[in-house]
């Protein structure tokens, strides 16, 4: 079938059902960024089927009318509402049916176990929201309270799992079903599907076993605050996790109204006091990296990783979410001296504290039956993000495993687990919150190099094999990451995005010779240049990946151990056979690192930076983009001319955005131009008026030389031209004067971010060097 998706971003869930359908259909992709839009979409891709993977905005009756449009709701039948995991994560059982008497219960009353099932659901879009025909629903069971569960971390795991199961399964019945109709004047939207569908889920065929369901309305950030000094560290974990990574809670707890993400309890600082701060609703217990742990009313902890601040009425994008000591150094919330005072360290050996806390990263060394020891090296950052502080700190947790490795008892082999995320690279929303966003930019990629530098040379000089096990999503640095190790192991349903284009960079992590040496140059530059997601079982046709496992948690852990012992018992090599189609001798590898940076810092700051800049921009501050590229939308490559701005020749070219910065610069001036011209129009007028009134006063001609500025064409043309004409000439003759249209920005999710009256101090941004930004968006 010919499938369009219309999503209102090609996230994680729509990439994966990408993959999977593509396998044997025809998937084409659609940015729903307006009603018109999505018609016209379906217009150009005349599909057998719409499918909508991840939608904030309802169809258009004339789309789900013409063609059969599927839904994929993340709750089961009879679950209504554009909040269902939020609801689901907070703490609704299903119990209450009114959602402000819900609220309240939450409010006031103890936790309860809550549900332990939930479900996805693909129904049919109609006219009213979340109840048309269901075509398909699979249910999984669920503890809300599972240590790291984030709303993220559910959608990317049991909701886009169970999401693909029910995908397949609907497309399957609609099939089915075309294939027992007429085809004579037959629409697909005709179809009926039958009363189970709703009723029975699509593995184990069984009711939902969750409890009642109910329409709720969109959770607001302000509906999960919390107050510390009555709240436990279970409520308050529920309700930061139930909106992490969108929209965050709204709070003031800081002192000042501020969305706030994290939600890991603490249970290892109890013996700390906790820290009265002047100005803030809440105690403080300590800091750790860029963390900060709040005193709950039980005694225990919560950790706030990320804030960021409120959109003001006069910001016209979002501020950047940030690590939480960072943006409140930055908003002089707290002081330095401050978060020395409540530093809690971890434990020198970067061993897993016995006691539940916020850890990054840790070391498991393992010693089997035979006395092998093998360190598996866990790293779980906030969504993939690698900062400059980040990678110092694994960098430490490298050497002490080098260093823990002596003859008597050698360490045969590193294996890098990653966390929820394997790694995206570099750290985005630091840098772009940064005083100096490029120069932050290199030292960022430096240091991620310095990473890969050891998987590439401090662990082969001391005989360790380097296997990179992939649980989680990875892109741009972090596939280069793995692929620098001498094996990858990849779970079966993460989704890789090796590409840097997107993003207006040429990448480093010795990608370069990783890449060329798994895949050759050829397929090298082809992935890298495709800029399109890619599926384990692809990735390992061409080699960026050595071995495939099913599964997904404890499961997939135990196939990764299982065959970690098996490499190093086979003795496989102590290094990849990659390694064996490049140069990675330290000559080599400081070749590489060179060269790779060289293009990095045209990236940061030569006049090609500018795509680097404003793309890094509107990535972090979620800016809504203006059209699909055509590398998801091949509905709408209509020539072969027709290409995505990252195809083009231009793109690499540092002359081209030479000549581009030039002509902004002509265009500035023009602007400039006419402005003076208006002002002298508005001269002329006061004078002519004057004349008019009866004052005779010839009007005075401007020459150059009693200019205090050039003359501008008004100047000149005043003295002899009649008030009919001037205006008109001046259009005319000069509309190549005229300003630009500035751009108007438009934030995803706007239905979370509304702004408010009430702006943080200071006022101004507390970010230098936006400057590039003001002309573009004006001053935040």
């Known amino acids: 079938m010919k499938i369009l998706f219309l999503c209102t971003a090609h996230n994680s869930l729509s990439q994966r059902l990408q993959l999977a359908l593509s396998r044997s259909h025809h998937v084409t992709i659609e940015y729903a960024l307006s009603d018109q839009v999505m018609i016209d979409a379906v217009a150009l891709a005349q599909p057998d089927l719409v499918l909508c993977p991840f939608l904030t905005t309802m169809v258009p009756k004339t789309v789900y009318e013409r063609v059969l449009t599927l839904i994929v709701h993340p709750g089961p039948p009879g679950d209504v509402g554009p909040s269902a995991l939020d609801w689901l994560l907070m703490g609704d059982d299903g119990s209450v049916d009114n959602a402000d008497e819900l609220l309240m219960k939450l409010d006031r009353e103890p936790c309860t176990p809550s549900r332990k099932w939930w479900g996805v659901t693909v129904l049919q879009a109609t006219e009213e929201f979340d109840a048309g025909p269901v075509w398909a629903y699979q249910q999984f069971p669920i503890d809300i309270d599972e240590p790291g569960l984030t709303k993220s971390a559910l959608y990317r795991g049991s909701v886009s799992r169970s999401a693909l199961i029910a995908c397949e399964a609907a497309v399957g019945r609609i099939e089915q079903a075309i294939t027992r109709m007429p085809q004579h004047g037959f629409s697909n939207a005709r179809l009926h599907a039958r009363p189970e569908y709703r009723t029975l889920s699509v593995l184990d065929n069984h009711p939902f076993q969750g409890g009642r ?9 302000a509906s999960r605050d919390f107050d510390t000094a009555r709240h436990t560290a279970q409520q308050i974990s529920r309700r930061i996790r139930c909106g992490d990574s969108q929209p965050g809670v709204l709070s003031k707890m800081f002192g000042a109204s501020m969305y706030i993400y994290g939600g890991s309890i603490d249970e290892s600082l109890v013996s700390r006091q906790a820290q009265a701060v002047a100005g803030m609703k809440t105690k403080l217990l300590a800091t750790r990296g860029d963390a900060i742990c709040i005193a709950t009313a039980d005694g ?38 401050l978060v020395d005072c409540l530093h ?29 020891r093998v360190a598996f090296l866990h790293f779980d950052f906030y969504n993939g993000a690698m ?17 823990q490795s002596t003859t008597e008892a050698p360490i045969r082999a590193v294996v890098l687990m990653g966390g929820a995320y394997f790694s995206n690279g570099i750290a985005l929303n630091v840098i772009d919150a940064a005083a100096d966003p490029a120069q932050e930019s290199f030292m960022n990629i430096n240091r991620i190099d310095d990473v890969c530098h050891h998987l590439l040379h401090d662990f082969p000089k001391n005989n360790i ?56 140059e050829v397929k090298a530059r082809h992935i890298l240049n495709a800029m399109v997601p890619m599926s384990p079982l692809q990735a390992r046709q061409i080699g960026l990946v050595d071995f495939v496992f099913p599964g997904a948690g404890e499961a997939l852990d135990e196939h990764i151990r299982s065959h970690v012992s098996l490499l190093l018992k086979d003795s496989v090599g102590r290094r990849g056979s990659w390694t064996k189609n490049v140069d990675v001798s330290p000559a080599g590898l400081a070749k590489a690192r060179a060269y790779e ?35 998801f939308a091949r509905h709408r490559r209509q020539l072969p001319t027709d290409l995505d701005e990252e195809e083009t020749p231009g793109f690499d070219s540092v002359v081209e955005y030479t000549r581009r910065a030039e002509q902004d610069l002509l265009t500035q001036l023009r602007a400039a131009v006419w402005s ?15 004349l008019a009134s009866g004052a005779r006063r010839p009007p005075k001609l401007i020459l150059p030389q009693d200019a205090v500025t050039p003359p501008t064409p008004t100047e000149i043309l005043t003295p002899v031209l009649s008030a009919d004409v001037t205006p008109l000439i001046v259009t005319k003759s000069f509309s190549h004067l005229l300003p630009m249209p500035q751009k108007k920005t438009e934030t995803l999710f706007s239905c979370y971010y509304h702004p408010l009256d009430s702006l943080l101090t200071p006022p101004e941004s507390p970010m230098p060097g936006c400057n590039r930004f003001e002309e573009r968006f004006g001053q935040f």
């Open 213 to 221: 369901l109910h329409h709720r309305p969109l959770l607001k950030s």
């Open 597 to 631: 940076l060289s293009e990095m810092s045209k990236d940061f700051w030569s006049p090609r930076a500018t795509r680097y800049h404003t793309r890094r921009f509107d990535f972090v501050r979620k800016v809504k983009p203006t059209s699909t590229p055509l590398r």
């Open 344 to 372: 809690a360290s971890t434990p020198a050996t970067w061993s897993l504290s016995a006691l539940r806390t916020f850890q990054e990263i840790w070391v498991d060394v393992v010693v089997d039956e035979h006395g092998t």
């Open 300 to 337: 225990k902890g919560i950790w706030i990783t990320h804030i960021r601040r409120p959109k003001g009425k006069n910001d016209k994008a979002l501020w950047p979410k940030v690590p939480a000591v960072f943006g409140l150094l930055q908003l002089n919330l707290i002081n330095a001296a």
């Open 465 to 520: 094999t380097t296997i990179a096990a992939i649980r989680g999503n990875a892109a741009a640095g972090g596939v280069a990451l793995a692929t620098a190790c001498d094996f990858i192991i990849a779970g079966s349903e993460v989704v890789l995005n090796p590409a840097y284009r997107a993003s207006g960079l040429f990448g480093s992590e010795y990608h370069t010779l990783s890449y060329y040496g798994r895949c050759g």
């Open 676 to 690: 003076d011209v208006s002002t002298q129009l508005e001269d002329w007028e006061e004078e002519r008026e004057q």
């Open 387 to 403: 900062s400059t502080s980040q990678c110092s700190d694994l960098v430490s947790a490298m050497d002490r495993i080098v260093a």
